[in-house]
């Protein structure tokens, strides 16, 4: 595992990180398991695992790993469909074990292939979901447990419901201290000197002052005073022994269910697609733009999920939120994922109370910062303005991530992005009318970046079109792929097919390794796009 990152040159920032990493993953914790069916600890477990053991063995420098939202339905089901919790963490073990493998067989290497797109329609939807399931957390309408990514809500109705609800269930307490928040928030980087005291970051300000509130509401018994209900629900240990009774361990005597199997194979397959799906949300980005060994990631994940099920936790995967809480934090390197988990761990274990007066009024504000920043109205203006074949996957992908699931999402966007694709590759050769082009004419065909075989029918089609007596200028230039179909289909055309019809083919720009003779100079070239 690559542990060569791992150094303490930037504690201050990395520290302050981990701070704000924890306070944002605490009550996601609790509200992914309380969505899974699952024991609260189960959560918490996870979390902690997720920072001390994937944040160690994780390649990555900033991605931090946890229990995932987009599980949570394949948790709840699996649970009742194996009858126990036991059962389950049998199939997380197996989960686990299975990644590891996945790891050594290099299967990272598909994370490849996800077209930059699509990424970021990912990274725009989930940041859209973020703010709108925030928006009744902050009016103090806490219908939906924090955590709930989903549009269909476990509750009943949908993101837009519960939102529209909440109108009619406005908490003036709640609404005060979420507008408190987010004023620290947005100004506290803004004044150069609070932005120096790295260790004290704004959102553990807001915190503190959204607990402080709360306590002076409560204390003069003002109607403003938030109830429990309002606020981060973790259970509280009498003592260091009652530890025991949290931990869940799993039930081998169920190695040979065939269920378990099933269960623990869906469970590796989606959690490893949405770990590399947010290992590469968070190298992009990642502000020093430095690149993660996806297969490693997969390897850590696998002995963290092994360890979470041995102990009674959640299935992981580097999750998006986090990471991206993380990144906006200032972090530098993974001892920010550590410290969290670190944080975690101790808070559970000696600072409960303090932690259950965390109003959820507080978090919002912190997670409205985190969606805006990654759905920002910059990333859609800029997909925009980089024309139809990049934003429409985009923007496809961002809808669909919203309506549906991350996982379905960003398949739609795949899907999409394929179909594409394939249109640019089959219409990007110009298809040459005779009524548009005259014997005696220049003709210009600029070849792609990469011309694959699914370039060839449209070339083919192209050159059959070239009206007699003509010439063709193919310039290669920016080409740095030529499949070996379509160099020779070109070379054929310039020895037999052209001169046939009297066309003159002139090429230009044609690397030594394509075995083609430039005709023409590049310097005494004057091109036109044929895009």
């Not at 990471?323 to 993974?334: E, F, V, Y």
Request: aromatic share 8%.
């Amino acid at each position: 595992m690559e542990n060569k990152f791992l150094t303490t040159k930037y504690l201050n920032s990395d520290f302050s990180s981990g701070l704000v990493v924890f306070l944002v993953a605490l009550p996601l914790c609790l509200g992914i398991a309380l969505a899974s069916g699952a024991p609260l600890f189960s959560g918490i477990i996870a979390g902690i695992i997720g920072g001390l053991v994937v944040g160690v063995l994780s390649g990555s420098h900033v991605s931090v790993s946890g229990p995932a939202a987009g599980l949570a339905a394949i948790v709840l089901s699996s649970i009742s469909s194996l009858g126990s919790f036991e059962l389950f963490l049998l199939a997380v073990v197996l989960s686990g074990g299975i990644q590891l493998i996945l790891g050594f067989l290099k299967a990272g290497s598909i994370s490849n292939y996800f077209p930059n797109n699509v990424i970021e329609g990912m990274l725009a939807g989930i940041g859209v979901i973020i703010f709108l399931k925030q928006i009744p957390h902050a009016f103090g309408y806490d219908k939906d447990v924090e955590g709930d990514l989903a549009f269909e809500e476990k509750t009943g109705g949908n993101t837009f419901t519960t939102l529209m609800e909440s109108f009619d269930h406005i908490s003036w307490g709640a609404t005060l201290i979420t507008l408190v928040s987010l004023l620290i928030l947005i100004t506290w980087d803004k004044i150069p000197a609070l932005k120096k005291i790295k260790l004290l970051p704004g959102a553990l300000v807001a915190v503190l002052t959204g607990i402080i509130m709360n306590e002076i509401f409560t204390s003069s018994g003002s109607s403003l005073a938030l109830d429990s209900s309002h606020l981060v629900t973790l259970p509280v240990l009498s003592s260091f022994s009652e530890i025991g009774s949290l931990v869940t361990l799993p039930d081998f005597t169920g190695i040979t269910n065939k269920t378990v199997w099933t269960v623990a194979i869906t469970l590796a397959i989606v959690a490893s697609i949405e770990t590399l799906l947010c290992i590469e949300a968070s190298d992009r980005m990642d502000v020093y733009k430095r690149y993660t060994s996806t297969n490693t990631e997969l390897k850590a994940q696998g002995i963290g999920n092994l360890l979470s099920g041995m102990l009674g936790g959640l299935p992981m995967t580097s999750v998006v939120v986090r990471t991206t809480a993380n990144i906006n934090s200032g972090a530098r390197t993974k001892l920010s994922a550590i410290i969290h988990g670190v944080f975690l761990l101790v808070s559970v274990l000696t600072i409960p109370t303090l932690l259950n007066k965390i109003p959820l009024a507080t978090l919002a504000a912190i997670l409205f910062l985190i969606g805006f920043k990654l759905a920002h109205p910059d990333k859609i203006k800029k997909f925009w303005n980089q024309g139809k074949f990049q934003f429409i996957p985009f923007i496809i992908t961002l809808l669909a991530v919203v309506f549906t699931d991350l996982l379905t999402g960003v398949a739609i966007g795949m899907f999409i992005s394929v179909l594409f694709v394939l249109h640019g590759n089959l219409k990007r050769a110009y298809y040459f009318r005779k009524e548009t082009y005259h014997s005696g004419d220049v003709i210009h065909i600029d070849l792609a970046q990469e011309v694959s075989f699914l370039n060839k029918a449209a070339i083919k089609l192209t050159l059959g079109h070239l009206p007699e007596n003509s010439t063709v200028v193919i310039n290669a230039a920016q080409s740095e792929y030529i499949a070996h179909d379509v160099l020779d289909l070109i070379k054929e055309f310039k020895e037999a097919g052209g001169p046939e019809k009297g066309i003159k083919v002139e090429l230009v720009g044609f690397k030594e390794k394509y075995r083609l003779e430039n005709t023409l100079e590049e310097n005494r070239h004057t091109w036109v796009e044929s895009n």
